[in-house]
């Protein structure tokens, strides 16, 4: 198992950037497919971004795409998430996703370890 720590959530005005970050520890972490997920109050827990284990092939939710990048780091045991031109509507916690093996899935079942969260405020 690792444990997944996030960071790099704030606030931040309409048109910004942020980079999230998220530290697992662990020796097994190049082994994980990891994802970024979010979820606003009053709402389910939605996809963002995924990433194979070896950072080859990510994937992302349409609301995202263009505008999120996702990459990891197998020798910081870390994944990113760097978000330009933030909306308002991306308000959420977000959290950071690992599952043993091969990834692609976009529903939080599949995934077994996760972070904390870590929020994110977009002001308009």
């Known amino acids: 198992q690792v444990q997944l720590v996030e960071s790099g959530g704030g606030l931040v005005q309409a048109g910004g950037s942020l980079r999230l970050s998220c530290v697992a520890s662990?020796?097994?972490?190049?082994?994980?497919?990891m994802a970024w997920f979010r979820q606003s109050p009053g709402k389910e827990r939605e996809f963002v971004s995924g990433?194979?284990?070896?950072?080859?092939?990510?994937s992302y939710a349409d609301s995202v795409k263009g505008r999120f990048t996702i990459s990891r780091d197998n020798a910081k045991n870390t994944v990113y998430l760097q978000m330009n031109s933030l909306k308002p509507e991306d308000t959420a916690v977000y959290y950071c996703?690992?599952?043993?093996?091969?990834?692609?899935?976009?529903?939080?079942?599949?995934?077994?370890?996760w972070g904390q969260g870590t929020q994110v405020t977009v002001s308009s």
């Open positions: 996703a690992g599952r043993l093996g091969f990834g692609g899935y976009r529903e939080t079942r599949f995934y077994d370890q």
């Open positions: 662990g020796r097994t972490f190049s082994s994980y497919s």
């Open positions: 990433l194979s284990r070896s950072g080859g092939g990510t």
